[in-house]
C-alpha cells in the first residue's frame, strides 16, 4: 500500500503536525470515519521522497495486545475463551504456512483454535457435514476454510456453509451483502487490515483520490467497499474516490488515474514515489492475521450478530 510523496511538509501534514500541501483544493476537512490515534511504527531513512515504511509487524503487534486484553477481560467476566476452528484441505505449502501463522497467534492472544485436516479429495459434502457440525458447536465461536480448495469443490457453497455469526474470513454472502450495504459485518481481514494501516496512521481519505489494484471479491472489492462508502453511515467508510483497476484497465488509463490517485492499495514496488508504503514481508500479511484475531473476538462477544 502507499501515499505518494510531495516532500516532507506533505508527509508531516498528513500526520496533522504541518498543513497538507495536497492537490485537493478542497479544505481540510475531518474525515468521519477517520484516525483515530497516530500510529509511531514508522521507519524513515529521513532522506526525501524516500518512502516512509509503515511497519505491519509492529502495527499487528499493538492491536494483538488490544485483542489479548479484550479476551482475557471477556474471560473474567465469565465467557468462553474464544475458539477458532480451521479447516484446512489438501498440502498447499503456502495455506499451511498461513494457517500455522493464524494457529499461532491465536495462541498468543490467548484464543484457542483447532486445526481440522483433510485431503485434497475430499468430498464437497463431507467439507459441508464439518461446517454444520461447527456452525452448531457452542465451543466454536469462529471457523475458517483455508483457500484456495480444490477445483471440485465450490468456494462460494463452502463459504456460505458457514455461519454468517462465525464467519470469520467474512467471506459469507450475508456478510459481503452488509459489507456492501455499510452496515456492521464481520469484514475480510485483509480489508481490514488496509483500513486500519490507513486510519492508524492517519492518512486522511476523505474526499482523496484512491486506486484499488485487483477487484478480487475477497480482497479489491471490500477494500474499495470501505474506502468509497460514507464515514456516517453504521459502518463508517472512508469517503474517497476509488478507482478499481484491474487487468483489463488499460495500461496508459492505469498511469493517469494513479498519478492522480493520493493513495494506491496495490501489491507492487513504488518506493521512489511513495510517501508512507508498507513492506512485504511485515506489512499487510501480519496485519492480516490481526484482524482475524479481532474478527474471532467479535464472533465470540456475538458483537455483530
Ligand atoms: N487464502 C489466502 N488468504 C486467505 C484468507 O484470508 N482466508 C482464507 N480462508 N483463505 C485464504
Given at each position: 500500500m502507499t ?13 496533522g503536525?504541518?498543513p ?5 483544493t ?8 477517520g484516525?483515530r ?5 514508522f521507519?524513515?531513512?529521513?532522506v ?17 495486545k ?5 479476551v482475557?477481560s ?8 474464544p ?21 499461532r497467534a ?6 484457542c483454535?483447532?486445526?481440522?485436516l ?28 483455508q483457500?484456495?480448495?480444490?477445483d471440485h ?17 467474512g ?7 452488509r459489507?456492501?450495504?455499510?452496515q ?14 490507513i486510519t492508524r496512521?492517519g492518512i ?5 483520490n484512491v ?12 477494500i474499495?467497499?470501505?474506502?468509497h ?5 453504521e459502518r ?6 476509488v478507482?478499481?483497476a484491474?487487468r ?7 498511469k ?8 494506491i492499495?496495490?501489491?507492487a514496488?513504488?518506493?521512489?514515489k ?6 512485504v514481508?511485515?506489512g ?19 458483537i455483530?450478530?
Amino acid at each position: 500500500m502507499t501515499v505518494p510523496a510531495r516532500g516532507f511538509s506533505l508527509l508531516r501534514g498528513r500526520l496533522g503536525r504541518v498543513p497538507a500541501l495536497g492537490r485537493s483544493t478542497a479544505p481540510p476537512v475531518r474525515a468521519p470515519g477517520g484516525p483515530r490515534s497516530a500510529f509511531r511504527g514508522f521507519r524513515s531513512s529521513g532522506v526525501r521522497h524516500e518512502a516512509i515504511i509503515i511497519s505491519g509487524t509492529e502495527m499487528a503487534k499493538h492491536i494483538q495486545k488490544e485483542i489479548k486484553q479484550g479476551v482475557e477481560s471477556w474471560i473474567s467476566l465469565g465467557n468462553r475463551r474464544p475458539h477458532l476452528s480451521i479447516i484446512l484441505v489438501g498440502d498447499n505449502p503456502a495455506s499451511k504456512t498461513y494457517v500455522r501463522n493464524k494457529i499461532r497467534a491465536a495462541s498468543a492472544v490467548g484464543i484457542c483454535s483447532e486445526l481440522i485436516l483433510k485431503p485434497k479429495d475430499v468430498s464437497q459434502e463431507e467439507l459441508l457435514d464439518i461446517t454444520d457440525q461447527l456452525n452448531m458447536d457452542p465451543r466454536v465461536s469462529g471457523i475458517l476454510v483455508q483457500l484456495p480448495l480444490p477445483d471440485h469443490v465450490d468456494e462460494r457453497t463452502i463459504c456460505n456453509g458457514i455461519s454468517p455469526e462465525k464467519d470469520v474470513d467474512g467471506f459469507h454472502i450475508i456478510n459481503i451483502g452488509r459489507l456492501c450495504l455499510d452496515q456492521h459485518s464481520l469484514i475480510p481481514a485483509t480489508a481490514s487490515a488496509v483500513w486500519e494501516i490507513i486510519t492508524r496512521t492517519g492518512i486522511q481519505t476523505f474526499g482523496k483520490n484512491v486506486v484499488v489494484a485487483g477487484r478480487s471479491k475477497n480482497v479489491g472489492m471490500p477494500i474499495a467497499m470501505l474506502l468509497h462508502t460514507d464515514g456516517e453511515h453504521e459502518r463508517p467508510g472512508g469517503d474517497a474516490t476509488v478507482t478499481i483497476a484491474h487487468r483489463y484497465t488499460p495500461k496508459e488509463q492505469l498511469k493517469i488515474h494513479t498519478q492522480l490517485a493520493d493513495i494506491i492499495i496495490v501489491a507492487a514496488a513504488v518506493k521512489k514515489k511513495a510517501g508512507f508504503i508498507t513492506p512485504v514481508p511485515g506489512g499487510v500479511g501480519p496485519m492480516t492475521v490481526a484482524m482475524l484475531l479481532k474478527n474471532t473476538l467479535l464472533a465470540a462477544k456475538k458483537i455483530i450478530y
